[in-house]
Antibody, heavy 119, light 108 residues
Framework: QVQLQESGPGLVKPSGTLSLTCAVSGVYIGYNNYWTWVRQPPGKGLEWIGEIYHGGITNYSPSLKSRVTISVDKSKTQFSLKLSSVTAADSAVYYC????????????WGQGTLVTVSS | SSELTQDPAVSVALGQTVRITCQGDSLSNYYVNWYQQKPGLAPVVVMYGQNHRPSGIPDRISGSSSGNTASLTITGAQAEDEAKYYCSSRYSSDNHVVFGGGTTLTVL
């Protein structure tokens, strides 16, 4: 059974960089799955941030592409999100999730972690 | 357009049938997934692909798609079905994932 767990600072200053890690257990993080970040501002809907798959190919939301980096650390069985130049609009619950393939749904999710952007 | 449109809210009487829709240009040409989210919890997939139901999801939940509309139908709605439902698809030529705005289902 795949388990995902987000971790990282809950408070980030404006113009800073948001950095989160998703620890993966129950499945090899290497090649097959699509490793994804999704966020949800308080009281709002889900927004796909981007993904990494096939060991290192990335695919980002067009609206966030200029600020997002997703990477995977196979040795640590985790993948990470970096979002630069954050503003209050980036405050949200951030989820990591995974799908077995491109056509599969996200069938495993972390519990989510709230990140607030504030000085 | 790469947007998926959902009604913000629908309600259904206990035990009755409700359909939650998701609209997008030629949406039936794409795999559509449906997620259920309850307050404070991560989303859970309740329907995926061509009307496939994950294990553990009750068979009163079903999916369909035709033309520009994908639908999630709950037949005999129960109190535990009260949640927000999101449709999602790789609904773009660039393989990006798109979520609909979500539909809040109230069971009366």
């Amino acid at each position: 059974q795949v388990q995902l767990q987000e971790s990282g600072p809950g408070l980030v200053k404006p113009s800073g960089t948001l950095s989160l890690t998703c620890a993966v257990s129950g499945v090899y993080i290497g090649y097959n799955n699509y490793w994804t970040w999704v966020r949800q501002p308080p009281g709002k809907g889900l927004e796909w941030i981007g993904e990494i798959y096939h060991g290192g190919i990335t695919n980002y939301s067009p609206s966030l592409k200029s600020r997002v980096t997703i990477s995977v650390d196979k040795s640590k069985t985790q993948f990470s999100l970096k979002l630069s130049s954050v503003t209050a609009a980036d405050s949200a619950v951030y989820y990591c999730a995974t799908a077995p393939s491109r056509v599969s749904p996200f069938d495993s999710w972390g519990q989510g972690t709230l990140v607030t952007v504030s000085s | 357009s790469s947007e998926l449109t959902q009604d913000p809210a629908v309600s259904v009487a206990l035990g009755q049938t409700v359909r939650i829709t998701c609209q997008g240009d030629s949406l039936s040409n794409y795999y559509v997934n449906w997620y259920q989210q309850k307050p404070g919890l991560a989303p859970v997939v309740v329907m995926y692909g061509q009307n496939h139901r994950p294990s553990g999801i009750p068979d009163r939940i079903s999916g369909s798609s035709s033309g520009n509309t994908a639908s999630l139908t709950i037949t005999g709605a129960q109190a535990e079905d009260e949640a927000k439902y999101y449709c999602s698809s790789r609904y773009s030529s660039d393989n990006h994932v798109v979520f609909g705005g979500g539909t809040t289902l109230t069971v009366l």
